[in-house]
């Protein structure tokens, strides 16, 4: 499974933009990078995802390194909702539905 | 948006009985779902592939006569865990993808199911 690398954890004040980095230089080019986060005993939900170009949602931005090796998760007002496990995550290669598979994460918490 | 839900939420069951999860997406059909569990402050470990129709592809080290898996439909996957144990106490979370030629690999996942075994 394609690897990817985040911080154990980070922290941020409420209010104020968050950047969460991810490190996944084995990449395919063909790979989309998604970002899922879970709040306490929840299942996972979908933040955004993206191949290329930076994308924007409701949720948040996600930029994408011009070589794709990393990318980051931009939370433009963190608020005390946020605190969540984020994951970045590449899919499995090979044919058909292929499965997300989730590594340790970044536990987001935030501060009021 | 897609939803996914599952039954029960959570579940208490003595040792050595058997129990059943059921995962459904709710609005729309999935010819694939994946089950993961969660052990306390760990992340997602995948289980299996639930493919309609046909038989889970079980990851490694997952025992396929004790984590029974179904897909009798499109819209509706189970997990059996069969003569439950202490250690098989966990968060077990179910997905469901959209079809392929939608939103590439979108997964849709249930709010997870709670099981202790004493």
């Known amino acids: 499974d394609a690897k990817t690398t985040q911080p154990n954890s980070m922290e941020s004040n409420e209010e104020e933009p968050v950047h969460l980095p991810c490190n996944h230089s084995?990449?395919?080019?063909?790979?989309?990078i998604h970002w899922y986060r879970q709040l306490p005993s929840q299942g996972p939900e979908y933040v955004i995802h993206?191949?290329?170009s930076n994308v924007n949602n409701r949720m948040a931005s996600l930029a994408i390194a011009e070589d794709r090796k990393s990318s980051t998760l931009i939370l433009h007002r963190a608020t005390l909702r946020d605190a969540a496990v984020y994951y970045c995550?590449?899919?499995?290669?090979?044919?058909?539905?292929?499965?997300?598979?989730f590594g340790k994460g970044t536990r987001l918490s935030v501060i009021a | 948006g897609a939803v996914v839900s599952q039954h029960p939420s959570w579940v208490i069951c003595k040792s050595g009985t058997s129990v059943k999860i059921e995962c459904r997406s709710l609005?729309?059909?999935?010819?694939?779902m994946f089950w993961y569990r969660q052990f306390p402050k760990q992340s997602l470990m995948l289980m299996a592939t639930?493919?309609?129709?046909?038989?889970?592809?079980?990851e490694q080290g997952v025992e396929k006569d004790k984590f029974l898996i179904n897909h009798a439909s499109l819209t509706l996957s189970t997990l059996t865990v069969t003569s439950a144990h202490p250690e098989d106490s966990s968060f077990y979370i179910c997905?469901?993808?959209?079809?392929?030629?939608?939103?590439?690999?979108?997964?849709?996942f249930g709010p997870g199911t709670r099981l202790t075994v004493l």
């Open positions: 997905s469901a993808r959209l079809p392929l030629g939608t939103r590439r690999n979108e997964q849709f």
């Open positions: 084995t990449i395919s080019g063909t790979d989309y």
């Open positions: 993206g191949l290329t």
């Open positions: 995550i590449l899919p499995r290669s090979g044919p058909g539905n292929t499965p997300l598979v």
């Open positions: 609005d729309f059909q999935a010819t694939t």
């Open positions: 639930s493919n309609e129709g046909s038989k889970a592809t079980y």
